[in-house]
Structures are given as structure tokens and as C-alpha cells.
T-cell receptor
């Protein structure tokens, strides 16, 4: 079946503009993660959705960042008033319900703020 | 809260030499441990995982890892690396906080001919 799908794969935007990044998780997966990976850096956790529970937003770096997950499926990460330091690869992952389940990653969206 | 520390940010190694990537975790509950690999310009994929049972776990591409509860470690090893093993490796833990996966900072492996 299809894996985690992210769109767009690349996005170039001007500083100050808003952007929306989309993630289509694997069907039936209850958990969904967003991470950010800056050039040469590790994975920075942004937000975690698990079923109908309140999302864990503890990793969002500022109030310019927000994410929602509609109907327990598709998720959108929104960055308002983008800054150059927002340039990074944004990775989405999903995992099925159950303890010890692995996460499956998408290919990421490369965001460049100019 | 759970956390993961990867002690080495970069590991250069010659082709056909062994490699060990260190991972230590902290968690107040039972843990499940994972190693992921990210090849250049690609997404992350699972190498191996420990859920229970035998503490020695074998994964893809000849990698293995050993779970050591007393030392709270899950080090990754390969007896003989190839150029194609050049990648970034991430250790992760789950088991608390609603089963959320927490990743370490990654170890970049550069295999030299």
C-alpha cells in the first residue's frame, strides 16, 4: 500500500509569506508526527497527534507554527510570516495504534525561505 | 519524560572495518527501542527494533543492536561496513507519553575507502 505522502516536495517562499505543508499518513495509522531537520542537524520534534487525544505541541518553536489533523487523517503544518531560519526539511511520520509500533516516514518537504 | 542521547555526532570509519554507534536512553517506564537510517537525500527507514525477548536484535543490512537494561543502552554495531553504509543513524525510544517516539540527535557515519 501507499506510504506516507508529503506535499509539496519542495517549496520556495518569500520571507514573510505563510506556507502550508501537507501530510497524508498511511491509512489507519492513529499517530502522526511532524519533525524538522535543518541542514546537517538532527531531528527536531514539532508536534505529535495520537488518535483523539489533545496533540503534544511542546516542540513548536514559536506561535508562528501550527498544525491540525482533520478527521484523524490528513495533517497540515502551517508556518505564518516565514523567516529564513525556517528553511529546513519538514518530515512527517505516522504509526499504527499499539505499543512499540514503529513510525513510517515520508520523504519530506524541503522549505526554502528567500 | 524520556530522552535519548547519541554520544557521537560523527563517526568516520574505513571500509570493511567494524563500527559501533552508541545510544543511551532515559525513561521511567518500560521502553521500546529503535534504530533508523537516513541515506543521503532520502527519508528515514527502520533498521531494527527491540520490543522484548532476546536482547540482541538483528536488523537489515547486517546491523545488530544490543539492549542493555542496566546500562540503559542500545548500541548499534556492524562488523564490516561498506561505502553504502554512509548515512545518518538515529536512535529512538518509545514507551511513555502516549507511546510517542523520541529521537536522539543522530550520528553521521562516513565510510572511507
Amino acid at each position: 500500500g501507499a506510504g506516507v505522502s508529503q506535499s509539496p516536495s519542495n517549496k520556495v517562499t518569500e520571507k514573510g509569506k505563510d506556507v502550508e505543508l501537507r501530510c497524508d499518513p498511511i491509512s489507519g495509522h492513529t499517530a502522526l508526527y511532524w519533525y524538522r531537520q535543518s541542514l546537517g542537524q538532527g531531528l527536531e520534534f514539532l508536534i505529535y497527534f495520537q488518535g483523539n487525544s489533545a496533540p503534544d505541541k511542546s516542540g513548536l518553536p514559536s506561535d508562528r507554527f501550527s498544525a491540525e489533523r482533520t478527521g484523524g487523517s490528513v495533517s497540515t503544518l502551517t508556518i505564518q510570516r516565514t523567516q529564513q531560519e525556517d528553511s529546513a526539511v519538514y518530515l512527517c511520520a505516522s504509526s499504527p495504534q499499539g505499543v512499540g509500533t514503529e513510525a513510517f516516514f515520508g520523504q519530506g518537504t524541503r522549505l526554502t525561505v528567500v | 519524560a524520556q530522552s535519548v542521547t547519541q554520544l557521537d555526532s560523527q563517526v568516520p570509519v574505513f571500509e570493511e572495518a567494524p563500527v559501533e554507534l552508541r545510544c543511551n536512553y532515559s525513561s521511567s517506564v518500560s521502553v521500546y527501542l529503535f534504530w533508523y537510517v537516513q541515506y543521503p537525500n532520502q527519508g528515514l527507514q527502520l533498521l531494527l527494533k527491540y520490543l522484548s525477548g532476546s536482547t540482541l536484535v538483528k536488523g537489515i543490512n547486517g546491523f545488530e543492536a544490543e539492549f542493555n537494561k542496566s546500562q540503559t543502552s542500545f548500541h548499534l554495531r556492524k562488523p564490516s561496513v561498506h561505502i553504502s553504509d554512509t548515512a545518518e543513524y538515529f536512535c529512538a525510544v518509545s514507551g511513555a507519553a502516549g507511546n510517542k517516539l523520541t529521537f536522539g540527535g543522530g550520528t553521521r557515519v562516513l565510510v572511507k575507502p
